[in-house]
């Protein structure tokens, strides 16, 4: 029997698909065939056609791998799948925690199941007819492999434990669920790069000494100690070049995509370090995690009112506290709450960038970091003109043409 919580369920899932696919069509606005005005610093006529065709290409395989998935999960949703799969896998344990276990293993394995064909299809067709896929055959289905391996060990552990603290801890559930969770977060910050990236790239020390020597001299200059430059074999996979800082404290590295090395001067990927020294000047990553960690307490404890709901487990054709079932129902039921903060999450990554930015201008160079930014959004197709509303809700990052206004601003004053 569908109840009035499922209808909700059901409408707040096809709410997300429109308006998600209704920010991509507006995008669609600001394609133009000719090269804008404004662009011409950046892209040639030819290059410009090759952005804008990379683009359309995108947003057409997006849009029908996206609606495919709609489907599947509307069909799913409207004929009770998840419980069918719940109450099948109770038929052979008893152990509550192996259950819910069990269950998103088997979700997610079908999950990469489904998409491998996707995303096999972007890689080796659309990447590759614009000359940025590099990856093997081979590799692809390792990192596939690897990625789903590394998501089941994972998650058995985070899940075995939070599945335990759900039928022990009672009303504390979110309290301590919330703590392993930022510890969580915390560890997989500090050794991310240390840990989970080896077993997918190669990271070597950067030992162009002309390079190294210019980054050191930059550093030492904003007092900012660093040992760990890395650089990444990310050509064996892609063409398409960056850079990030990760870890704090004694775990902080820098790592380099070789790609940039080769894309960049000296002085450009100097002014590239000095924007990633820049957000860890400014906190960056703190705040971020910060603002992580508030977030997840908040989901936490909206889930745990939740969880006491009876209605939520009978929407989905339950009678018992299944909680796998109950955490996909929340998932649903929280979409207008994760739109706002992935929304704010948004907005602050944008105001970081242009700080990280500014010390880059002020500390180094304001022409070596735009004639940077400019290489990179060349070489990768960026699109630099979306749609406004587009950008405010899917962008992390501004547009490269307002990261240069702004560095032009500062410079005037």
Avoid at 305 to 325: G, H, Q, R
Avoid at 384 to 405: A, G, M, Q, W
Wanted: charged letters at 20%.
């Amino acid at each position: 029997m569908y109840t009035p919580i499922f209808y909700i369920i059901l409408w707040l899932f096809i709410f997300e698909f429109i308006f998600s696919k209704t920010l991509s069509f507006l995008n669609t606005l600001n394609w133009s065939n000719k090269l804008p005005e404004e662009l011409k610093e950046i892209y040639d006529s030819k290059k410009y056609s090759d952005s804008m065709n990379y683009e359309k290409t995108k947003y057409c395989f997006g849009t029908i791998s996206s609606i495919v998935w709609f489907f599947v999960m509307y069909f799913i949703l409207l004929f009770w799948g998840f419980w069918y799969l719940y109450d099948f896998i109770s038929n052979y344990s008893t152990n509550e925690i192996l259950v819910n276990i069990y269950f998103f293993w088997i979700i997610l394995f079908l999950q990469t199941i489904f998409w491998l064909p996707f995303s096999y299809y972007f890689t080796f067709v659309i990447e590759e007819k614009f000359g940025f896929n590099k990856s093997s055959k081979k590799l692809f289905f390792l990192d596939t492999i690897k990625s789903l391996l590394i998501t089941i060990v994972l998650g058995w552990l985070l899940l075995s434990l939070i599945v335990w603290i759900y039928l022990k801890t009672g009303d504390n559930f979110w309290l301590y669920t919330w703590f392993v969770m930022t510890f969580f977060s915390v560890f997989i910050m500090m050794f991310y790069s240390s840990l989970i990236v080896p077993l997918f790239n190669k990271q070597t020390p950067l030992s162009e000494w002309k390079l190294r020597t210019a980054i050191e001299k930059f550093a030492i200059k904003v007092w900012f100690k660093l040992d760990n430059i890395y650089v990444i074999d990310w050509s064996k996979r892609s063409s398409k070049a960056n850079a990030y800082f990760s870890g704090f404290g004694p775990k902080k590295r820098i790592v380099l995509y070789d790609t940039l090395i080769n894309d960049l001067t000296i002085a450009e990927l100097v002014a590239v370090l000095a924007h990633e020294i820049g957000h860890y000047k400014k906190k960056h990553t703190l705040q971020m995690l910060f603002f992580s960690i508030i977030q997840t307490g908040i989901m936490l404890y909206i889930l745990w009112i939740v969880l006491k709901m009876e209605d939520i487990s009978y929407a989905m054709w339950s009678n018992t506290s299944s909680f796998a079932v109950w955490i996909l129902a929340f998932g649903i039921l929280y979409t207008p709450i994760s739109m706002f903060f992935w929304l704010l999450w948004n907005i602050l990554s944008r105001k970081n960038e242009y700080e990280a930015d500014k010390f880059a201008w002020i500390n180094y160079s304001s022409d070596k970091l735009k004639s940077a930014l400019i290489k990179l959004s060349r070489n990768n197709l960026s699109n630099l003109r979306p749609h406004p509303l587009y950008e405010f809700f899917n962008y992390s990052h501004p547009t490269v043409l307002k990261r240069i206004d702004a560095l032009d601003k500062i410079k005037k004053k």
